[in-house]
């Protein structure tokens, strides 16, 4: 009896191997030929599941995106207790800094493919992703959340708050990647910000404070 093909384990299995790739050698510099070879399946199969590089490259930043989801729930996981919205805000942020190879690949892809389809009309016509205003979204809903609550400053602007921290975080990154400051030092940027919008403090830090085994960084929980 031939074996069942499973058609998501295998979109999936191609998925990261494009992501292996181009963490070592660069978005720009990756085929479908070089992923086919990383995966060890024929180009043709490749073929089959994206037809064309742009929509395997819309793909691998898919499952880039399903992955960094699923770091942030690890570490807001580690705080032990519901989180808050200054924890969740905090885990969000500093999830996107590259701070091991996982994360480091993360922005990098993340970075080169925007940058890419600046010039690139072909990848400029896929949708970066399903909702590009998705995280502003989350990170607007959390610190409007955190004003009703008490915790933040009535009088910031919730919207105008979360642009500027997800562009500081992508700035941030930026810098850690090619060298230019270190991820603690862009972690410290990012808390001095949170510390100003957040200004009741932290019930995990008044009891003395719950390091991220991680980062070291303090999670608070609301």
């Known amino acids: 009896?031939?074996?069942?093909?499973?058609?998501?384990?295998?979109?999936?299995?191609?998925?990261?191997?494009?992501?292996?790739?181009?963490?070592?050698?660069?978005?720009?510099?990756?085929?479908?030929?070089?992923?086919?070879?990383?995966?060890?399946?024929?180009?043709?199969?490749?073929?089959?599941?994206?037809?064309?590089?742009?929509?395997?490259?819309?793909?691998?930043?898919?499952?880039?995106?399903?992955?960094?989801?699923?770091?942030?729930?690890t570490r807001l996981a580690a705080v032990?207790?519901?989180?808050?919205?200054?924890?969740?805000?905090?885990?969000?942020?500093?999830?996107?800094?590259?701070?091991?190879?996982?994360?480091?690949?993360?922005?990098?892809?993340?970075?080169?493919y925007a940058i890419l389809s600046v010039t690139d009309e072909a990848l400029a016509a896929q949708p970066f992703i399903d909702n590009p205003d998705s995280a502003e979204d989350v990170l607007t809903a959390l610190l409007r959340q955190a004003q009703e609550d008490g915790l933040a400053d009535p009088g910031a602007d919730a919207r105008t708050e979360a642009i500027g921290l997800l562009a500081m975080a992508a700035g941030l990154g930026t810098g850690v990647l090619v060298g230019q400051r270190g991820p603690e030092s862009a972690a410290e940027v990012l808390r001095h910000h949170l510390d100003r919008i957040f200004t009741a403090p932290a019930k995990s830090e008044a009891r003395g404070g719950k390091r991220h085994p991680e980062h070291g960084s303090t999670v608070s929980a609301r």
Not at 44 to 59: G, I, N, S
Not at 93 to 107: A, C, G, K, M
């Open 1 to 73: 009896m031939p074996k069942r093909v499973d058609h998501e384990e295998r979109r999936t299995q191609i998925a990261e191997a494009l992501v292996r790739v181009a963490g070592r050698r660069g978005l720009h510099a990756v085929g479908m030929r070089d992923v086919a070879a990383e995966a060890g399946v024929s180009l043709r199969l490749v073929q089959y599941y994206f037809q064309t590089k742009e929509k395997l490259l819309l793909h691998g930043l898919q499952h880039l995106t399903d992955r960094f989801t699923a770091r942030v729930g």
């Open 80 to 112: 032990g207790e519901p989180p808050g919205p200054r924890a969740t805000v905090e885990a969000i942020l500093l999830s996107s800094l590259p701070t091991d190879e996982e994360s480091r690949v993360f922005h990098l892809l993340y970075t080169s």
